[in-house]
């Protein structure tokens, strides 16, 4: 059995206590109230799905963290689809565009 199964109040205590500070740091980034609720929700998601895998000191850092990635994640998605369905861009644009950027991060890391 693992932490969700032991801990579903606790789970709960979490969300009830950080709630508002990841809606927070999702809608300061995003600047769209719907969009930081969305994402907000994905922290929370993501968090109880692999809360068994990670190591944290800190709930609240590790949960602002992740709502600080997740929110840049979005940005960067909704940018390309915005550039997508505006036709400024299209979609093997985007997909040269990815690509270029991960064979760069790989050449970029320390072997």
Known sequence: MGYRER???????????????V????LFFLKDKQAAFD???????????????AEIESVRGYLVRMARNMS????????YEEAI???????DDVLTILANK??????????
Not at 42 to 47: G, N, S
């Open 102 to 111: 991960i064979s760069k991060s790989k050449k970029t890391e320390p072997n």
């Open 85 to 91: 369905l505006n036709n400024y861009i299209d979609e």
């Open 39 to 53: 994402v907000s929700q994905q922290v929370f998601f993501k968090f109880y799905q692999h809360i068994d895998e």
């Open 72 to 79: 840049f994640n979005y940005l960067r998605d909704t940018k």
């Open 7 to 21: 801990n579903r109040d606790k789970m709960e205590k979490i969300y009830r206590d950080y709630e508002s500070d």
């Open 23 to 26: 809606y927070r740091v999702c």
